[in-house]
């Protein structure tokens, strides 16, 4: 069995998260990192406004010492069009701008030094002389993102020509006011791919066994030690594992480390996994805390070093700053890196530090807004806060003119339209008509693996407390109650479509939202739909809604080294938030009219959540046409006209839902100014990036 991430009775007061250390000569006040993140907004073309809003922001909520998102160290290195250079003035401008404002605001920032190598997406993008761009490598080995494209092995002179780009950009950060650097090894860009004999399949100086496969990094650390000098702080970024079969074994991973420590790093942060892993690592179906024995286990290596003073960060999955204060109080690491926890809460630390978790907006993993868009070139944000990378579009500021607004619907777009309002100084009134928040949130709680999602629904109810915002629960209005408003948020969500199919009024027959909420009887089941949210209540039916008997199940069933890998069953989270017995997943089947199961799901997490049902035993049925609903069974037209009977003591539908919006017609009726947003407004697809958005937007609007 995994063992667990240990509760101290230190962690409500974070005694060691907040006391100082060392990233070589810089003294930071706590040790929670700030790890790198990709915006987009690097590349804005606004003189670094909005990045320096951004970084700004964070470390006005606690932030000591933010590392950028990826800064191409030359034109070769970018990963694609949204991607700055170090070097290029207009870029430059923007960094320098940005490094302002973090210490304006008493923090410091480490640039992150980047290369993709062949990772790079090179569509549209030229190089320095104006002629297509290639990506890099250090061979010529593609990988499945590259649309067949195979990268340009570098020569010698190529590969001197990196080193000194590295270096380079290196002295230009320091120019521009940066306090450290972080050279980006990990995830399985260029100085990882170096390091992989996968990718790596030279046989010179450069590669050929594992000490010639790791010369690239270690000339990179010393070119950029050289660079800066040694009193600079210089950081490396490593995968603990790459979690790629055939690739660079513990072993290697250990001999790097050291090699990089003896070459000067100050610092060494580890995080995990190449984008082209079949193991998940960042999605919400990842246990809190799985990597940190990574972590630990090469901080043995640094200790015994000959430079044991360099300091180890932890990263990946750790989103609550008491499991921080869990993995920091056992004295292995120095520090931890959180990312996108700083975009769904640029206050966390302070929050946290002065222990009023039930604030913190927890991020739930959903890499809908971060992640997803990052991969596309699209603008970055985060679901559950919507102002993330928008500072400048909505700035915290009060209102200028004080309403009074009703918000009827508490689900995530009601919340957040409720919030944003309360912040800005209106008086709010939420009504909802069930007993609890959250909406499809709340339902959402209930699948396994995503328990997270009740965290963002407990910090908006304790924001809006604490704002003096008025809730009521447990009532319904009608537009006779809304008539002193100066305005009204309709967002009153979504119900589940009911289907024209015979048999569907039988009483066996549940909608997905009836079956999250109450259960469902034992026996086989049918889900018919094959969306977003059928694949989440097959998870409901067929995964436990224990974190550390599903942390267990990721250790054995990706292979993962039991002794040291703690799952993680920590008090500061919760199971499911309606405990459910599981049941075979042969027992389960879900039935599509089309080919494609989990459409809606992001493209990172899509495929972690379909994998774990078909590892689970489910069936999935596509190409089906529904005919009819019989005591036991759907009933099912295949390819051919073949009549297939399904076996099904409970039918569960998942197909779609529609607007609650009713009470908009009401209002516009009453001549009641209101404004609709989320499912009320759309309900072709439960959205919630687009709904936290529009009740962002609402507010802004209704009161600006």
Same mark, same amino acid.
């Given at each position: 069995?995994?063992?667990?991430?240990?509760?101290?009775?230190?962690?409500?007061?974070?005694?060691?998260?907040?006391?100082?250390?060392?990233?070589?000569?810089?003294?930071?006040?706590?040790?929670?990192?700030?790890?790198?993140?990709?915006?987009?907004?690097?590349?804005?073309?606004?003189?670094?406004?909005?990045?320096?809003?951004?970084?700004?922001?964070?470390?006005?909520?606690?932030?000591?010492?933010?590392?950028?998102?990826?800064?191409?160290?030359?034109?070769?290195?970018?990963?694609?069009?949204?991607?700055?250079?170090?070097?290029?003035?207009?870029?430059?401008?923007?960094?320098?701008?940005?490094?302002?404002?973090?210490?304006?605001?008493?923090?410091?920032?480490?640039?992150?030094?980047?290369?993709?190598?062949?990772?790079?997406?090179?569509?549209?993008?030229?190089?320095?002389?104006?002629?297509?761009?290639?990506?890099?490598?250090?061979?010529?080995?593609?990988?499945?993102?590259?649309?067949?494209?195979?990268?340009?092995?570098?020569?010698?002179?190529?590969?001197?020509?990196?080193?000194?780009?590295?270096?380079?950009?290196?002295?230009?950060?320091?120019?521009?006011?940066?306090?450290?650097?972080?050279?980006?090894?990990?995830?399985?860009?260029?100085?990882?791919?170096?390091?992989?004999?996968?990718?790596?399949?030279?046989?010179?100086?450069?590669?050929?066994?594992? /000490?010639?496969? $790791?010369?690239?990094?270690?000339?990179? &650390? @010393?070119? #950029?030690? !050289? =660079? +800066?000098?040694?009193?600079? %702080?210089?950081?490396?970024?490593?995968?603990?594992?790459?979690?790629?079969?055939?690739?660079?074994?513990?072993?290697?991973?250990?001999?790097?480390?050291?090699?990089?420590?003896?070459?000067?790093?100050?610092?060494?942060?580890?995080?995990?996994?190449?984008?082209?892993?079949?193991?998940?690592?960042?999605?919400?179906?990842?246990?809190?805390?799985?990597?940190?024995?990574?972590?630990?286990?090469?901080?043995?290596?640094?200790?015994?070093?000959?430079?044991?003073?360099?300091?180890?960060?932890?990263?990946?999955?750790? /989103?609550?700053? $008491?499991?921080?204060?869990?993995?920091? &109080? @056992?004295? #292995?690491? !120095? =520090? +931890?890196?959180?990312?996108? %926890?700083?975009?769904?809460?640029?206050?966390?630390?302070?929050?946290?530090?002065?222990?009023?978790?039930?604030?913190?907006?927890?991020?739930?993993?959903?890499?809908?807004?971060?992640?997803?868009?990052?991969?596309?070139?699209?603008?970055?944000?985060?679901?559950?806060?919507?102002?993330?990378?928008?500072?400048?579009?909505?700035?915290?500021?009060?209102?200028?003119?004080?309403?009074?607004?009703?918000?009827?619907?508490?689900?995530?777009?009601?919340?957040?339209?409720?919030?944003?309002?309360?912040?800005?100084?209106?008086?709010?009134?939420?009504?909802?008509?069930?007993?609890?928040?959250?909406?499809?949130? !709340?339902?959402?709680?209930?699948?396994?693996?995503?328990?997270?999602?009740?965290?963002?629904?407990?910090?908006?109810?304790?924001?809006?407390?604490?704002?003096?915002?008025?809730?009521?629960?447990?009532?319904?209005?009608?537009?006779?109650?809304?008539?002193?408003?100066?305005?009204?948020?309709?967002?009153?969500?979504?119900?589940?479509?009911?289907?024209?199919?015979?048999?569907?009024?039988?009483?066996?027959?549940?909608?997905?939202?009836?079956?999250?909420?109450?259960?469902?009887?034992?026996?086989?089941?049918?889900?018919?739909?094959?969306?977003?949210?059928?694949?989440?209540?097959?998870?409901?039916?067929?995964?436990?809604?224990?974190?550390?008997?599903?942390?267990?199940?990721?250790?054995?069933?990706?292979?993962?080294?039991?002794?040291?890998?703690?799952?993680?069953?920590?008090?500061?989270?919760?199971?499911?938030?309606?405990?459910?017995?599981?049941?075979?997943?042969?027992?389960?089947?879900?039935?599509?009219?089309?080919?494609?199961?989990?459409?809606?799901?992001?493209?990172?997490?899509?495929?972690?959540?379909?994998?774990?049902?078909?590892?689970?035993?489910?069936?999935?049925?596509?190409?089906?046409?529904?005919?009819?609903?019989?005591?036991?069974?759907?009933?099912?037209?295949?390819?051919?006209?073949?009549?297939?009977?399904?076996?099904?003591?409970?039918?569960?539908?998942?197909?779609?839902?529609?607007?609650?919006?009713?009470?908009?017609?009401?209002?516009?009726?009453?001549?009641?100014?209101?404004?609709?947003?989320?499912?009320?407004?759309?309900?072709?697809?439960?959205?919630?990036?687009?709904?936290?958005?529009?009740?962002?937007?609402?507010?802004?609007?209704?009161?600006?």
């Amino acid at each position: 069995m995994a063992p667990v991430l240990p509760t101290s009775p230190e962690s409500e007061r974070l005694g060691v998260t907040m006391t100082p250390w060392s990233l070589g000569s810089l003294r930071l006040p706590h040790r929670v990192v700030m790890g790198s993140m990709h915006t987009g907004l690097e590349v804005r073309d606004d003189g670094g406004a909005a990045l320096a809003a951004f970084y700004r922001e964070r470390v006005e909520g606690g932030a000591a010492l933010i590392i950028t998102g990826g800064l191409a160290v030359n034109s070769e290195a970018r990963g694609g069009a949204d991607y700055a250079v170090l070097g290029e003035s207009a870029a430059d401008a923007r960094f320098a701008r940005a490094a302002q404002a973090v210490h304006e605001a008493g923090g410091a920032i480490s640039a992150q030094l980047f290369h993709a190598g062949r990772y790079a997406l090179t569509d549209g993008l030229v190089d320095e002389g104006g002629a297509p761009a290639q990506a890099v490598a250090p061979s010529a080995v593609a990988w499945r993102g590259a649309r067949g494209a195979v990268p340009v092995a570098l020569d010698e002179r190529g590969i001197l020509r990196t080193i000194s780009s590295f270096a380079d950009a290196a002295r230009t950060a320091q120019r521009l006011g940066f306090d450290a650097v972080e050279i980006m090894a990990s995830e399985g860009y260029l100085i990882n791919q170096f390091c992989s004999p996968i990718t790596n399949l030279r046989d010179d100086e450069w590669g050929g066994d594992a /000490t010639r496969r $790791r010369r690239f990094a270690v000339e990179v &650390v @010393r070119a #950029v030690r !050289d =660079a +800066v000098g040694p009193e600079f %702080p210089v950081s490396i970024r490593v995968s603990g594992d790459d979690l790629m079969p055939g690739s660079s074994t513990p072993s290697d991973v250990d001999a790097l480390v050291l090699e990089v420590v003896e070459a000067g790093v100050d610092a060494v942060s580890v995080g995990v996994g190449w984008h082209e892993s079949r193991v998940p690592t960042v999605q919400a179906a990842v246990p809190h805390g799985v990597w940190v024995p990574y972590a630990e286990r090469l901080a043995a290596v640094v200790r015994s070093s000959g430079r044991p003073e360099v300091a180890v960060i932890a990263s990946n999955r750790l /989103t609550d700053l $008491r499991d921080a204060e869990d993995v920091l &109080v @056992r004295g #292995v690491v !120095d =520090a +931890v890196a959180l990312a996108r %926890p700083f975009l769904a809460d640029p206050d966390i630390v302070q929050k946290s530090a002065d222990r009023r978790f039930d604030l913190v907006t927890t991020c739930i993993g959903c890499n809908q807004a971060c992640i997803d868009r990052s991969l596309f070139g699209e603008a970055v944000s985060c679901l559950v806060n919507p102002r993330a990378a928008r500072e400048l579009e909505f700035p915290r500021v009060p209102s200028q003119l004080r309403r009074w607004v009703a918000v009827v619907g508490a689900g995530p777009a009601g919340l957040a339209s409720a919030v944003d309002l309360a912040r800005r100084g209106n008086d709010v009134v939420v009504f909802e008509e069930r007993a609890g928040l959250g909406g499809q949130f !709340d339902l959402a709680a209930s699948i396994p693996g995503k328990e997270d999602y009740a965290g963002p629904v407990r910090s908006w109810r304790a924001e809006l407390d604490q704002l003096g915002a008025r809730i009521e629960t447990g009532r319904r209005v009608d537009a006779s109650d809304l008539v002193a408003f100066d305005h009204v948020v309709v967002a009153t969500g979504v119900r589940p479509r009911v289907l024209d199919l015979p048999g569907i009024d039988l009483p066996h027959v549940l909608s997905y939202e009836r079956a999250l909420r109450e259960g469902v009887p034992a026996g086989t089941v049918a889900l018919i739909g094959s969306g977003g949210i059928a694949i989440d209540t097959a998870a409901f039916l067929v995964e436990s809604g224990q974190e550390s008997i599903r942390a267990e199940s990721f250790v054995r069933e990706n292979g993962l080294p039991a002794d040291g890998v703690r799952g993680s069953a920590s008090p500061h989270r919760h199971d499911a938030t309606r405990p459910h017995p599981t049941r075979p997943g042969s027992s389960v089947s879900i039935v599509s009219r089309s080919e494609r199961f989990g459409r809606g799901i992001g493209p990172t997490s899509r495929w972690v959540a379909v994998g774990r049902l078909r590892q689970a035993g489910v069936h999935f049925v596509s190409d089906a046409q529904y005919r009819r609903i019989r005591p036991g069974a759907l009933e099912v037209e295949a390819d051919g006209g073949v009549l297939v009977s399904i076996p099904a003591e409970t039918v569960i539908v998942c197909a779609g839902q529609e607007s609650r919006g009713d009470l908009a017609v009401a209002l516009d009726a009453a001549g009641i100014a209101y404004t609709v947003i989320g499912g009320a407004l759309d309900a072709r697809a439960v959205d919630a990036v687009r709904a936290t958005s529009e009740g962002l937007a609402a507010s802004r609007l209704i009161s600006p």
